[in-house]
């Protein structure tokens, strides 16, 4: 299990949830893993030593993805450490997984709750993948997770639905633009995954049971059914796909 050994990947908020999972699953594949994270400074400790107990390489760094400051933060420390570690600033594997839920409808919506939640799963990856462009290796993969609700219309989580839709766009364009360099970039839709992000909606017997429901499976999704596709997406098996939107949400779109 060593496809990835020598590659570097930046997993966006990988303290918890899919980020986590993603982040071990790179680690055991043989990358050096960027855990970054935001607030949670004990659980992205926790991610950094469980990789290293398990024999790889990590290290975590702290910057808040909201601001345009927070993006330059995260970029100037990554490079500084990606210089003590391995001489360079270079990097192979880019996993824009960093995002916030909001339930809100469009009637319930406000400016604020507008602006938040698009500068988080927008303007955020937007913004990380422009300054990535120069340090990401030729070859190198572009895997950004969005919804399986931008498949389905789902009023309940109005904006969210459009910041989602927005990194469908970006994952299009983006990959004819940089197939040139030999970068694929393809996205990953997962369903309702078994995680804090989703703790209102699977708090009780009767969500966990509505949401299981929605799969074909008959079954909740797990952080490491996503964290699989993202192994395969950042390997050399997946060389010949570019531009995808992979639903990763158990046929519950069908």
């Not at 990554?78 to 360079?88: F, H, T």
């Not at 931008?150 to 004819?176: C, D, E, M």
């Not at 059914?225 to 997406?233: C, E, H, K, P, S």
């Amino acid at each position: 299990m060593n496809k990835l050994k020598g590659k570097i990947a930046v997993v966006t908020g990988a303290s918890r949830g899919i980020g986590r999972s993603i982040a071990l699953h790179l680690a055991q594949a043989g990358a050096l893993v960027v855990v970054h994270y935001s607030k949670r400074k004990e659980e992205a400790e926790s991610v950094v030593d469980k990789i290293k107990q398990d024999g790889g390489s990590a290290f975590a760094i702290s910057a808040d993805l909201s601001t345009f400051n927070g993006i330059n933060k995260l970029y100037s420390m990554m490079d500084q450490s990606l210089q003590k570690y391995i001489g360079d600033t270079t990097f192979d594997i880019l996993v824009n997984n960093a995002g916030i839920g909001q339930i809100l409808t469009l009637e319930e919506s406000t400016e604020e709750s507008f602006d938040e939640v698009m500068n988080i799963n927008v303007k955020a990856p937007f913004f990380i993948i422009q300054k990535a462009l120069p340090r990401l290796k030729d070859g190198g993969r572009i895997i950004n997770i969005s919804s399986f609700v931008t498949r389905v219309a789902s009023p309940s989580v109005f904006a969210y639905s459009l910041s989602k839709g927005a990194i469908n766009t970006l994952t299009h364009t983006l990959a004819q633009q940089l197939g040139a360099r030999g970068i694929t970039v393809n996205a990953i839709l997962p369903g309702i995954i078994n995680t804090e992000m989703n703790a209102e909606t699977l708090g009780n017997r009767d969500g966990q049971k509505y949401a299981a429901g929605l799969s074909t499976f008959n079954r909740l999704g797990e952080p490491n059914d996503i964290a699989d596709i993202v192994g395969f997406l950042s390997s050399s098996d997946s060389r010949w796909i570019t531009g995808e939107l992979i639903d990763a949400s158990g046929g519950s779109c069908l």
